[in-house]
Nanobody, 126 residues
């Protein structure tokens, strides 16, 4: 069992940067694969970035490649999403998610994840 809490969202101008954090508690975060998803008004929740339990493998949605970086610090039970060169279309509620896993797999579908944070709003102005 793990509890997740996102933070770091806010309002930024296009071209700016923002770093989201996902704080985990309950169990050792190093035993979990982690991902970031986002959901904009009127749209389905979509995959943004994922990372396996050790951090050796990562995957990104095509829309954020080269701009976003996912990372984790298992010693701190935390995950991060560094977002650079933000665009108005990045505006959404961002969620972190986790699932117990010990492999190199990076999960990309919401149904793969068992634990979710409450979400943090990211708004990018033009």
């Amino acid at each position: 069992q793990v509890q997740l809490v996102e933070s770091g969202g806010g309002l930024v101008q296009a071209g700016g940067s923002l770093r989201l954090s996902c704080a985990a508690s309950g169990r050792t975060f190093g035993n979990y694969a982690m991902g970031w998803f986002r959901q904009a008004p009127g749209k389905e929740r979509e995959f943004v970035a994922g990372i396996n339990w050790s951090g050796i493998n990562t995957r990104y949605a095509d829309s954020v490649k080269g701009r976003f970086t996912i990372s984790r610090d298992n010693a701190k039970n935390a995950g991060y999403l560094q977002m650079n060169s933000l665009k108005p279309e990045d505006t959404a509620i961002y969620y972190c998610a986790a699932v117990r896993d010990y492999t190199t797999v990076v999960f990309t579908a919401p149904l793969n994840y068992d634990y979710w944070g409450q979400g943090t709003q990211v708004t990018v102005s033009s």
